[in-house]
């Protein structure tokens, strides 16, 4: 099985020593399935080799086949801690091949639940960062919170973690007022946890030993292994999407981009905390400015559903529907590429189109695809302890990294 | 990326490599080249060095499969951050003698994603390190993202075919 | 547990199964009071891949508590489990890990099948994607979703907590079973 791979790019295994550990894949440490098989001179790692694939499920092979309001499933599936970006973003894509103008409040409403995901999304990976420190408390306490996320989601679109969160044109209903209601209790219980979940470790003795130096990547090899999105940041490079191509109205927004030093544990850590601070920041500008306005956009006729008392009494909703259901639309030809940032970085669909109900091709640029890449160079001379929570920083998420 | 931008930008490629363009379009106000396939790893380097285009980050690259022309296109997407110039360079293969030289030397962040697609699509990266399968079973003969594969495992018994419509 | 305990706490461990009371003694009979014991301190192995493993991080934690059942330990080695709990997707590349881990644990075993994907494939009806884990492993409860609630892998627990709890001692050694696994190929 993976075992073969071992003898490709080793240097020195029959020298006896040297010892091999199988980390993987079902192992606690590696918070997804993939495997990594480590030579290693007593407790330091002289080399590693990874193998993924463990869960791929061929989605850009799947994409090919279904009309393009069924992929917004399939992108839940990718980063599942954050499946509302995946979903928006992919919206977004399809919205810039068919020219859809989207109405303002739609933006902020979209800006709203993708920065609800990026709280959740890096809620987990550091509450696992602490947990393989050893500091469970932070997990069981904020975890709690990631079920009020939860709560908003539902409120909006029904399910708790695969959302096919809006659909193509905007959202499929507005807002309730138990959604709102929510989402402030929220926003007002949330900073209160996170700054005691904060006090906890961010400056512990013993966290900060255990983090600092941990797994460090220089920013000129963070960016030759096109890193994006914390990862980077930590590594001093201060590349966001949001800002660097604004899309659905980031650029309404005053925020900063928070940037680390050494691109160690510790500084993943913090970027991703101050992040969060930031995401609450930018919720609380879109709540105050929200415009008043339609919850969907109504010049995509061709994608978006027209409302149930229109299909059962209007002949022509009617016909929308029908054609809209069985794919019998068609779509402009071309290609076009669209990123956004995810919980992860630069997350891309690139989408060419022939006219047919069905893409032609699609690929995910996913961003821990990209990044694992460099997992082998981070953790080649440091202690296993050292790797386990690189790898636990580096918020590997196996659904993105295979597909 | 505005009209003048990319009319820079093209007239950067072509100062070196006039001969090798095929075709520069810009759908959705993308700037795509279309190139020929022997001189892609000297383009992209001459944009890694050149001192104004400096396109030093890796976004993507994968694969198209045209079967009606039996040729297989190599998509290769960068981004220059201190510009923020994003550019797409497209070259053409045969469908039976995919090969391109790798693009690893110049950013390591293409090993694993020329893996992926001699995974899906069997093109052969000359000069790669370690080229083999990634995501899919190691002993699969197949390249699984070629139009004529099914994406069905046809050997399975429990999913009737009429059900769903095939 | 006596009857004035239970009435003045008003909270009741467990439920006393039938048997015969006096002063100072309770008669049931053994298999009661094993399978009691049992099902109150199954130790699973979250076996969890994608986004129903998600979905069990929030069954255990506070809001949902799987630990309230016993399964306070979760164990990471196979040969210490009792209950194999499959959530997510199988590859078809996994699917050799999954049998390994499977045939070391030690008997008496159980698995739950948790996610539409670990039933038969789910979604994803792919040349990649394992059709349902019960293609390579014996499956005692499934739980359909995508991805189940927590509730409804609370309510797959309980009804291995059913199949623990009337379990006959010599099942594990009864011709049909070996007849089941060998099916599997498994010895």
């Avoid at chain 1, 499920?57 to 090919?64: S, T, V």
Wanted: charged letters at 25%; a negative charge.
């Amino acid at each position: 099985m993976a075992e073969e791979n071992i003898n490709h790019s080793i240097t020195a295994v029959e020298d006896s020593k040297y010892s091999t550990l199988n980390l993987g894949p079902t192992h606690p440490a590696t918070h997804g399935i993939f495997q990594n098989i480590l030579t290693m001179d007593g407790e330091v790692i002289i080399h590693s080799e990874p193998t993924i694939g463990y869960i791929h499920r061929a989605f850009e092979k799947l994409a090919e086949r279904r009309p393009f309001y069924q992929i917004t499933p399939l992108t839940d599936r990718m980063n599942y801690c954050s499946s509302p970006i995946n979903n928006i973003g992919w919206h977004m894509t399809v919205e810039k091949l068919i020219g859809a103008e989207i109405p303002k409040r739609v933006q902020y409403l979209r800006v709203i639940v993708m920065e609800l995901a990026r709280i959740s999304d890096h809620l987990i990976c550091n509450t696992v960062i602490s947990v393989d420190t050893g500091a469970l408390t932070g997990f069981v306490y904020l975890f709690q919170f990631r079920e009020l996320i939860y709560e908003i989601y539902e409120e909006i679109c029904g399910a708790r973690l695969t959302t096919n969160i809006g659909r193509i044109g905007g959202f499929e209903r507005d807002f309730s007022d138990t959604a709102w209601a929510k989402l402030d209790k929220f926003l007002k219980e949330y900073p209160v946890a996170l700054k005691e979940f904060e006090n906890l470790v961010k400056r512990n003795r013993i966290f900060m030993d255990r983090t600092i130096g941990a797994g460090p990547i220089s920013a000129e090899r963070a960016l030759n292994y096109s890193f994006s999105g914390p990862n980077l940041r930590a590594a001093g490079v201060d590349y966001d999407v949001r800002v660097m191509n604004p899309y659905s109205s980031y650029e309404d927004f005053d925020f900063i981009i928070p940037v680390g030093l050494n691109g160690d544990t510790y500084d993943r850590f913090m970027v991703r905390q101050e992040e969060m601070w930031e995401s609450m920041k930018i919720i609380r500008q879109a709540l105050d400015k929200l415009p008043d306005g339609p919850f969907f956009s109504p010049n995509v006729p061709d994608f978006y559903l027209p409302p149930k008392e229109d299909v059962y009494n209007n002949m022509e909703a009617l016909i929308y529907h029908f054609k809209i259901v069985m794919g019998e639309n068609d779509v402009p030809k071309g290609e076009v590429y669209h990123c956004v940032e995810g919980g992860n970085g630069e997350l891309g669909f690139y989408l060419i189109s022939d006219g047919g109900r069905t893409p032609f091709r699609l690929h995910f640029r996913r961003p821990c695809f990209i990044y694992y890449q460099a997992y082998a160079e981070m953790i080649k001379g440091t202690n296993i302890s050292d790797a386990i929570l690189t790898m636990s920083s580096m918020n590997v998420i196996a659904g993105e990294l295979d597909a | 990326m505005d009209n003048t931008t990319q009319e820079k930008l093209v007239n950067i490629v072509r100062e070196k490599f006039e001969n090798d363009i095929l075709s520069v379009e810009s759908p959705y106000n993308f700037l795509t080249i279309n190139f020929k396939r022997d001189n892609i790893i000297p383009l992209i380097q001459y944009l890694y060095d050149h001192p104004v285009a400096k396109f030093q980050y890796l976004t993507s690259l994968c694969a198209i499969h045209f079967p009606e022309v039996k040729q297989i296109a190599m998509m290769y997407q960068l981004h220059s951050l201190v510009n923020n110039w994003r550019i797409r360079i497209k070259i053409y293969l045969p469908e039976d003698n995919a090969v391109t030289p790798t693009l690893t030397k110049i950013f390591s962040a293409a090993n694993w994603m020329e893996r992926e697609t001699y995974d899906f699509y069997g093109v052969n990266f000359q000069g790669h390190p370690d080229l083999r399968r990634i995501l899919n079973v190691e002993d699969m003969i197949i390249f699984p993202m070629r139009k004529e594969y099914p994406l069905e495992d046809q050997t399975r018994e429990d999913k009737q075919d009429f059900m769903f419509g095939r | 547990m006596q009857e004035t305990d239970i009435k003045s706490t008003g909270i009741q461990l467990v439920e006393k199964p039938d048997g015969y009371e006096g002063a100072g003694f309770f008669a049931t009979s053994l298999d009661k009071v094993v399978g009691m014991a049992r099902k109150n301190s199954i130790w699973p192995l979250p076996f969890a891949t994608s986004c129903c493993g998600i979905e069990f991080m929030a069954t255990m934690g506070a809001h949902y508590d799987l630990a309230r059942f016993g399964s306070e330990r979760l164990s990471f080695s196979p040969r210490q489990a009792d209950l194999l709990m499959v959530m997510g997707t199988i590859a078809k590349k996994m699917g050799p890990v999954l049998r390994r881990v499977y045939e070391q644990m030690a008997e008496p075993r159980w698995v739950l099948s948790v996610g539409a994907c670990a039933c038969s494939g789910g979604i994803f009806d792919t040349y990649s994607v394992l059709q349902g884990i019960d293609r390579i492993i014996p499956v005692d409860v499934y739980v359909p979703g995508c991805p189940p609630r927590p509730e409804q892998i609370i309510n797959g627990i309980m009804k291995i907590q059913q199949l623990v709890e009337t379990e006959s001692r010599g099942r594990r050694e009864s011709p049909e079973y070996k007849a089941m696994l060998n099916k599997y190929g498994i010895e």
